[in-house]
């Protein structure tokens, strides 16, 4: 199975922070892999931006150097790189102040699609979107794309979509989260709505529960002043995990069309419950051989903040009443994996008996790694003596269903900044969903500062505090267990 590759419309993509470290790992080497796929057309241009001092040879250099570490491959040893670095140019930019704009701005060329990356804080946003106005960078075909941490509460959301909002339309503007451009998440949408299969099941008649795990096996790092201020709360569940629970819950829109996908995600935010204190459960995670916990990762002794964080979700809508959600996410866990589990309920009424047990169907999305879908059905158990059932996989990973094509799948940043390029918003957040979203996770935030509530320490290389289990355990119910 070979993937068809469709070329976009020539543009000039300028990329501001183009030095900075998600430039590096992922917006640079992603267009180079796109531009060796024959994707990205050859009077194409692509700007890098910052405050550092660099001449166009000298960032090259830095994209070049980049593009080995993360993102090589053969077409680094043949002339394939030195083409896609023709095609590289640089201005050296003050975000708030007036250097480098007029330079920047002769470069720019109207008569292309003008896409513009915000790859810098939340803080820079409105002073860029002024300058490229005041500068006469943007018309109404331009494009801007800004990065999370969209905001830290809902005050913050509304004054960031309000600065975005006096330059550019709504539709302008692209609000990436990297986990809506993976392979498995939109598949999400396909298996859901493209097969009579799962459909007609997909309600609380027929699911019991549904899990949401996106586990890591790193701590903070370098990142504990950032983390600090935001935890496990404000940097996974209100985005990465609220996408996912959305993309899972909502109901089929009318066509696979931007607003009536992004509507349908808006609905089912609206229609989450408040989250009840013993239905959630925070954590941080202790030290472990040869490294240290998460207060000292972060520099305070005394830090509230969460590490990892699972809850219990109710959805108020005919689909999902009596249907619980069950997310986690936490670093330092025993294994790097993101994996969605729809559990089906049992058959009303076994004609096997007792000694047969009890069997459900599962079906497990992995989101990361070896991306793909698993589904347990049940059969005969082989050999005589009686009926002895038991659940087996129908497994279906894309390193085993595509082989070597599996290589050439875009990962999720190439895919997103294409659809930025071809004006495709569907897998961008809208600044309504923004906003709901932080609606529903605002006052969780504000009640575990009112409570004065101390998370839990864990073990590091764990499945997360014992308090977690137990939580789902009253229901009935346990984890799926975190794996690669």
């Known amino acids: 199975m070979v993937s068809r590759v469709i070329p976009v419309d020539p543009f000039d993509l300028i990329i501001f922070g183009a030095t900075g470290d998600l430039a590096r790992r992922k917006i640079l080497p992603g267009l180079f892999r796109r531009f060796c796929a024959g994707q990205i057309p050859p009077e194409s241009q692509i700007i890098g931006a910052a405050r550092s001092d660099h001449d166009a040879q000298e960032f090259r250099v830095v994209v070049a150097e980049a593009i080995r570490e993360f993102g090589g491959g053969k077409a680094c040893e043949d002339g394939t790189l030195d083409e896609f670095l023709q095609r590289i140019d640089y201005v050296t930019v003050d975000a708030r102040g007036d250097t480098g704009w007029r330079e920047l701005a002769g470069k720019v060329r109207k008569k292309l699609i003008n896409a513009f990356y915000f790859s810098v804080g939340p803080g820079l946003f409105g002073d860029l979107a002024e300058r490229l106005q005041r500068f006469d960078m943007a018309d109404d075909d331009s494009r801007i794309v800004v990065e999370k941490p969209f905001g830290r509460d809902l005050a913050t959301a509304k004054a960031l979509n309000a600065s975005l909002a006096k330059h550019f339309d709504e539709t302008q503007i692209y609000r990436i989260d990297h986990y809506l451009g993976k392979e498995t998440v939109q598949n999400l949408m396909a298996v859901r709505f493209g097969n009579m299969l799962f459909e007609p099941l997909w309600n609380s008649q027929y699911i019991d529960h549904i899990q949401i795990s996106v586990a890591e096996t790193v701590g903070v ?104 959600f069950y997310l986690r996410t936490g670093k330092r866990l025993k294994a790097r994996t993101s994996e969605i589990t729809v559990v089906f309920k049992d058959a009303p009424h076994s004609i096997f008996g007792a000694e047969a047990g009890r069997h459900n169907n599962e079906l497990r999305i992995r989101l990361q790694p070896n991306e793909g879908m698993t589904l347990d059905v049940t059969i005969k158990e082989p050999g005589q003596g009686g009926m002895r059932l038991v659940d087996v996989p129908l497994d279906m990973s894309f390193a085993e269903a595509l082989g070597p094509d599996v290589a050439e799948v875009p990962d999720a940043y190439e895919r997103l900044i294409m659809d930025v390029i071809r004006g495709n918003q569907t897998l961008f957040m809208r600044g309504d969903e923004v906003e709901a979203a932080w609606a529903w996770t605002d006052p969780i935030i504000e009640g575990w500062q009112a409570r004065g509530e101390v998370p839990k320490t864990y073990d590091s290389g764990s499945d997360g505090p014992t308090d977690a289990m137990a939580m789902i355990a009253r229901d009935g119910r346990i984890w799926r267990e975190i794996k690669l």
């Not at 959630?280 to 000292?296: A, I, K, L």
């Not at 969460?306 to 108020?316: G, P």
Request: proline share 8%; aromatic share 8%.
């Open 221 to 324: 790092g370098g990142r504990g002043g950032y983390y600090d201020k935001s935890g496990a709360m404000r940097d996974m569940v209100q985005n990465h995990l609220m996408q996912l629970l959305c993309l899972i819950a909502m109901e089929p829109p009318a066509k696979f069309d931007p607003d009536a996908v992004r509507d349908e995600k808006l609905k089912v935010i609206r229609a989450l419950d408040p989250v009840e204190p013993h239905h959630m459960v925070r954590g941080q995670y202790g030290p472990s051989e040869g490294d240290d916990d998460f207060r000292t990762h972060v520099g305070d002794p005394a830090s509230k903040t969460e590490s990892f964080v699972a809850m219990k979700l109710a959805i108020s809508n005919w689909r999902w009443a009596g249907t619980p």
